[in-house]
């Protein structure tokens, strides 16, 4: 455990307290969380995130003595919600880190190197996806050639046109899960039908993952590739550079990720990453669990 025996917190609480944000980053984010923009992210460069050490080959020889950019990192999320894990997404850390590593390469996961990604929401088909992932890039890719897109659903609503944007709203596909404990990128059917579009009709909410969703019908799975080609054509490139701080609207935006090269040698692109949702309370009050790793439900509706 890299982070010591310090409880998690503990950790938080200096976070708060000690986290190098700026009163300008500050603002920044309680403006995003708040007001959110058309693009759906925010890039905030330059962060102080301390002495990184070489780029480890595995989580296991994770070692990092310098928690300066777990504490700026955390004390973002913090400002974004409640910081929240997923024991499917690397064994319920809170604070996830992610290298190539050789031997997972070519699989379709946030370890994967040199697979591109598919434009998705993340965790669309759970029943509590984050509400905004916050990613700080502590080594940048030795080519510079990893490149994360995002695309927003204002952006995408500008090319929808109304008619479309309601059936967006009524149709439910089937979002099949990727969670499976013997291998990665499985499908398997847990009945989670759900319309891509919900909430407010002017300013609503995205769920996409069309690698793991299933129409009705032919036509409608024609509608899930025009919707992802809409997303592509509005996605807009952030290549992470070393300081830099990128936070996602995860309900208002689909991100992606290019390939990159990998060199093993300690010098590939390190990436550290939290999940922040906006209603932890709500859920503690529904289920009794104050638990921050939230697993599926697959039994909710
Ligand atoms: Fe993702």
Request: proline share 5%; hydrophobic share 40%.
């Amino acid at each position: 455990m890299y982070l010591g025996s310090t409880p998690f917190d503990t950790l938080l609480d200096s976070a708060i307290r000690q986290g190098a944000l700026t009163t300008t980053d500050i603002a920044d984010i309680l403006h995003f969380r708040i007001f959110g923009n058309p693009q759906g992210f925010l890039l905030l460069k330059n962060q102080d995130i301390g002495d990184v050490p070489a780029t480890p080959a595995d989580r296991k020889t994770l070692i990092k003595p310098d928690y300066r950019s777990e504490l700026l990192l955390l004390q973002a999320t913090a400002l974004l919600g409640d910081s929240i894990g997923y024991p499917q997404e690397s064994d319920g850390s809170l604070i996830n880190n992610f290298f190539p590593q050789a031997g997972k390469a070519r699989q379709l996961s946030s370890a994967s190197f040199d697979t591109e990604l598919d434009l998705h929401t993340k965790n669309a088909l759970h029943e509590v996806p984050p509400d905004f992932l916050a990613l700080l890039c502590l080594r940048a890719a030795p080519r510079d050639d990893a490149i994360t897109y995002i695309a927003s659903v204002d952006k995408m609503l500008e090319v929808i046109d109304a008619e479309t944007t309601d059936l967006l709203f009524q149709e439910s596909f089937n979002f099949l899960s990727d969670y499976c404990l013997s291998e990665k990128s499985c499908r398997i059917d847990l009945g989670r039908h759900r319309p891509m579009l919900y909430g407010q009709r002017d300013r609503p909410y995205l769920r996409l993952d069309p690698h793991f969703m299933l129409a009705r019908s032919a036509r409608m799975q024609r509608l899930i590739e025009e919707i992802k080609e809409i997303a592509w054509s509005v996605a807009q490139p952030v290549r992470l550079a070393a300081g830099d701080l990128l936070i996602i609207d995860n309900r208002r935006a689909a991100h992606a990720r290019s390939a990159f090269q990998a060199q093993f040698d300690g010098r590939d692109r390190w990436i550290q990453r939290t999940f922040a949702i906006s209603h932890q309370r709500q859920l503690i009050g529904e289920t009794g669990e104050p638990s921050r790793i939230i697993g599926l439900r697959p039994h909710a509706q």
